[in-house]
């Protein structure tokens, strides 16, 4: 478990303040932030081992429990959840009810999943994804105001992809990652892959690039998420791929804090 409090931060104060948490099979993080000065005042990371997403909600119900600052009032509240199962919709295409048409010619059945969507402004889309229902469900019962959006959502909103030059963005979680492809100011692509090993990374990226005619040595790549899940992921990356990062926090945050537990709760820290 890894802990922060801002030496300041008054608790009963958090009306003022925006609430993430960040949940997966690996468990729980949070942060609370000041939005006004861009600044860290809270942040928690929690490991757990939950072996399907169907406990996800048996899992928030105790943290929710255990963790009463998760009580108080907050100004925002967002629940990020990095679903496998996503696809981007056209905005002038959405409507509602779509994904009782889409989702199946594109996934898995899964009766036991909730779909919900993210409008993202900067590619007139609509990012829609899967979230276990009884999770959903609990998050609506004990955070009614919380906004439950996809990582990406909250990525992609804050990269700029005004520029001309290719740009890949690319979210890990433990055994999978996320994919977004810019260029020419537009969204050329966004995918998710299963992978074993980060050679398979690399080998799913460069297939994408080549589709596109893009070279690896022009490609800017911005990265986030679990990428100590695999050892060498990162250093695998920037062995291909000149011109790669890890994707940088919006807020001030404490030198001290692992850059490595940055890169995997990015999301809290945007």
Same mark, same amino acid.
């Given at each position: 478990?890894?802990?922060?409090?801002?030496?300041?931060?008054?608790?009963?104060?958090?009306?003022?303040?925006?609430?993430?948490?960040?949940?997966?099979?690996?468990?729980? #993080?949070?942060?609370?932030?000041?939005?006004?000065?861009?600044?860290?005042?809270?942040?928690?990371?929690?490991?757990?081992?939950?072996?399907?997403?169907?406990?996800?909600? $048996?899992?928030?119900?105790?943290?929710?429990?255990?963790?009463?600052?998760?009580?108080?009032?907050?100004?925002?509240?967002?629940?990020?959840?990095?679903?496998?199962?996503?696809?981007?919709?056209?905005?002038?295409?959405? $409507?509602?009810?779509?994904?009782?048409?889409?989702?199946?010619?594109?996934?898995?059945?899964?009766?036991?999943?909730?779909?919900?969507?993210?409008?993202?402004?900067?590619?007139?889309?609509?990012?829609?994804?899967?979230?276990?229902?009884?999770?959903?469900?609990?998050?609506?019962?004990?955070?009614?105001?919380?906004?439950?959006?996809?990582?990406?959502?909250?990525?992609?909103?804050?990269?700029?992809?005004?520029?001309?030059?290719?740009?890949?963005?690319?979210?890990?979680?433990?055994?999978?990652? #996320?994919?977004?492809?810019?260029?020419?100011?537009?969204?050329?692509?966004?995918?998710?892959?299963?992978?074993?090993?980060?050679?398979? %990374? %690399?080998?799913? %990226?460069?297939?994408?690039?080549?589709?596109?005619?893009? #070279?690896?040595?022009?490609?800017?790549?911005?990265?986030?998420?679990?990428?100590?899940?695999?050892?060498?992921?990162?250093?695998?990356?920037?062995?291909?791929?000149?011109?790669? #990062?890890?994707?940088?926090?919006?807020?001030?945050?404490?030198?001290?804090?692992?850059?490595?537990?940055?890169?995997?709760?990015?999301?809290?820290?945007?």
């Amino acid at each position: 478990m890894h802990e922060f409090v801002e030496e300041t931060f008054q608790p009963e104060t958090t009306g003022e303040k925006i609430l993430s948490i960040q949940a997966s099979l690996n468990g729980f #993080s949070f942060s609370i932030v000041c939005p006004t000065q861009r600044k860290l005042l809270y942040f928690k990371d929690i490991a757990l081992k939950i072996s399907n997403t169907n406990l996800l909600a $048996r899992h928030f119900e105790a943290l929710f429990a255990e963790e009463t600052i998760l009580q108080n009032n907050f100004h925002k509240i967002f629940l990020v959840y990095h679903s496998q199962n996503f696809t981007l919709i056209p905005e002038q295409f959405y $409507r509602d009810n779509i994904d009782q048409n889409i989702t199946p010619l594109l996934f898995e059945q899964n009766e036991q999943a909730s779909w919900l969507n993210n409008k993202i402004a900067g590619v007139n889309g609509e990012l829609l994804f899967a979230i276990p229902e009884s999770f959903q469900q609990t998050i609506n019962k004990r955070l009614p105001l919380a906004q439950i959006i996809h990582p990406f959502h909250r990525i992609i909103e804050q990269t700029n992809i005004s520029e001309a030059t290719p740009k890949l963005l690319l979210l890990f979680g433990t055994n999978h990652f #996320s994919m977004a492809l810019f260029g020419q100011n537009e969204l050329k692509l966004i995918n998710n892959f299963s992978f074993k090993h980060p050679n398979d %990374v %690399v080998y799913f %990226v460069l297939t994408v690039l080549r589709q596109f005619s893009i #070279s690896a040595k022009e490609i800017t790549v911005q990265f986030a998420g679990n990428i100590k899940a695999h050892a060498g992921l990162e250093d695998v990356l920037q062995k291909h791929f000149s011109q790669s #990062s890890a994707v940088n926090a919006a807020i001030a945050v404490p030198t001290f804090i692992n850059k490595a537990l940055i890169t995997k709760n990015i999301s809290l820290f945007l």
